[in-house]
């Protein structure tokens, strides 16, 4: 079974860009999280996606957004980017089931704003 | 209410020996406490979790300790190898049916020296 897919898995842009990034989850899960990781605060949680709905929202500002396809794909968009938004951005996917409770991370997006 | 502090942030010990890494937690509604690893490039990946009502888990040379009174729980290393050496983080977790997320402490660093 292929794992969790994030692409790509570097980018490079500019202050004031906006920036798509990709997640394939492992095949017939239907959740995917995804997380920011930085030095300074560690992982955190941005938003969850099931069945094309969000069903959870970190405290991030409304610059950051999501969704999820038919296909349980998912996408995390970043308007206006800052300096600060430099990250490893992680993807993870479980089967969403009630009681499920293993997530799979993928490699990560890494993102350098210059 | 959602932070979880972990400690310490560095560890460095000779092969063989018996690392702990503590974590502590603050919302008595968390329900799932995974540890993950984490290699450079790499997403972080499941390494052992734990129910709140277990006091102790163990697969292979990975112990979970937890005490819910104390709301603390600790992950052990026996035998430890140059090989375990990477970013271990703990976790908890709301596992309902409205989704999840995980909230993550801020990571140790482990060297395991040969």
């Known amino acids: ?17 906006q920036v798509t990034l990709s997640c394939s989850p492992i ?14 605060q560690g992982l ?34 970043v308007s206006t980017l800052e ?18 409770t293993e997530a799979f991370f993928g490699q990560g997006t890494r993102l350098t704003v210059v | 209410q959602q932070q979880v502090k972990q400690s310490p942030q560095s560890l460095i010990v000779q092969k063989g020996g018996i690392p702990i890494i ?3 937690y603050e919302n008595t509604a968390f329900d799932y406490f995974p540890w993950y690893q984490q ?46 050496s990477a970013t271990y983080f703990c976790a908890a977790s709301l596992m309902g049916t409205s989704g999840s997320r995980l909230t993550f402490g801020e990571g140790t660093q482990l060297t395991v020296n040969p």
């Open chain 2, 22 to 24: 503590n974590c502590a």
């Open chain 2, 39 to 84: 290699f450079p490039g790499k997403g972080p990946a499941l390494l052992i979790a734990i129910r709140p009502d277990v006091s102790e888990k163990k697969e292979g040379r990975f112990t979970i300790s937890f005490n819910k009174s104390a709301k603390q729980f600790s992950l052990h290393i026996m035998d430890s190898q140059p090989g375990d």
């Open chain 1, 27 to 40: 095949s017939g899960h239907r959740s995917v999280s995804w997380y920011q990781q930085t030095p300074g």
């Open chain 1, 83 to 100: 300096l600060g938004d430099s990250a490893l951005y992680l993807c993870a996917s479980r089967p969403g089931q009630p009681g499920d």
């Open chain 1, 1 to 17: 079974k292929a794992g969790v897919t994030q692409t790509p898995r570097y980018l490079i842009k500019t202050r004031g860009q």
């Open chain 1, 44 to 77: 955190q949680f941005l938003f969850e996606y099931f069945s094309e709905t969000q069903r959870n929202k970190g405290n991030f500002p409304g610059r950051f957004s999501g969704r999820q396809f038919s296909n349980s794909r998912s996408e995390m968009n």
